[in-house]
């Protein structure tokens, strides 16, 4: 599952950078590429129906068509490139596309790992999990933006295509996924229904998912928009430069996720949760202010490490407080709390194109922390649990 994860997500991270680069590189406006990030996350508009799919179908059914259908949508990009009709719009669509596919991927990931894992290893087999995608936001970019500047897009989606090829591969390798569906009288919307009350009378669970949403509407926009816009029009470097951007910030976030799987006995997860979002957003107002590649490094080195502090123990303790029966469906509504990403990287892309890339960082760095502070007001419960 972990190899797996591995080659799934370095194909993902380099897309990331190829396609964002293709975009500022054809259009040169931030609001196209926000539409572009926004785009990457359709399925979390979905996502609960994908939860309660995964609940009444077989989740290995499920991993292997997810898997297959990102070796064909890549193929479609590279076979694009090959005849010289790739396009603007089409990059658009296909990111639609693929962020059905990564929504259903990831809410079935999720839901299988506490079944191959034994409770008293879940938190350190999210920490496992988070720090293979760690490591692939090291490697992707830094490999993306050098294929990118010494072969272009076409020949580096035959490297994407392989690694999809191989994450394919790795999930007929996984033993134990159920590929039975948990049986229920109950109709698709009924079952929807359900996930939503389960979490509604869990003030927690609903803290949580709060924090989801406020991290991706204010937080997440950094690394999935605007950093491409720091490098071109702030920083004025390349593809390769804007790759080790994007790795340094990712060398944090595994610098973190290891802290997080090797503190596993860790008694206030939700303090660390909640102490991790707050710094993020720290880190985003300081990087407002940065016009220097070296200088940003360290910053995006220490925002990576807060982020894993936050979203580790955010996915261990969604996972543990939440029964087996209810963990698809309530995944799904995590899936649905990223649906705050599109609307912030929006924002972002808007206010970036009309006033400045720092003016944009500023508003989400101080509007993600008067907002974290509603929430640790409203669900204080979120700072005392284990």
Known sequence: MWLGDLALSTAEFMEILILSWYILGETESPLVLG???????????????????????????????????????????????????????????????????????????????????????????VALLRTGRDMTQIIGPVFG??????????????????????????????????????????????NLKGGFFYVKVNPFLFGLLAVAFIVNLTAFPLNNTLLAVIARQVMNIDAAGLGWLMGTYSAGALLGSLLIGYFSTMDRAGRAMIVGSIFWHIGILIMAYMQWFYVSLPVLFFVGISQSFAMVTMAMMLLKYTSAEMRGRVLGLRQLAVYGLPVGVLISGFIAENSDVSLALIFNGLLGLFILVLAIVKWPEMLQRR
């Open 145 to 190: 933006g050098f294929l990118l500047e010494s072969v272009g897009v076409g020949k580096s989606y035959l490297f994407i295509i392989i690694l999809h090829l191989l994450s394919l591969l790795f999930v007929f390798l996984i033993p134990g996924v159920p590929n039975t569906a948990i049986k229920t009288a109950q109709s698709v919307f009924e």
């Open 35 to 125: 539409i572009f990030a926004a785009l990457r996350f359709t399925g979390t508009v979905v996502a609960p129906f994908f939860g309660v799919i995964v609940d009444r179908l077989g989740r290995r059914r499920l991993y292997i068509f997810g898997r297959i259908s990102f070796v064909i949508l890549s193929s479609s990009i590279f076979i694009l490139t090959l005849f010289d009709f790739l396009s603007v719009t089409a990059v658009l669509i296909f990111a639609a596309l693929v962020g059905l596919s990564r929504s259903l991927d990831m809410i079935v990931r999720q839901s299988v790992l506490p079944v191959i894992v034994s409770p008293s290893q879940l938190q350190n087999g």
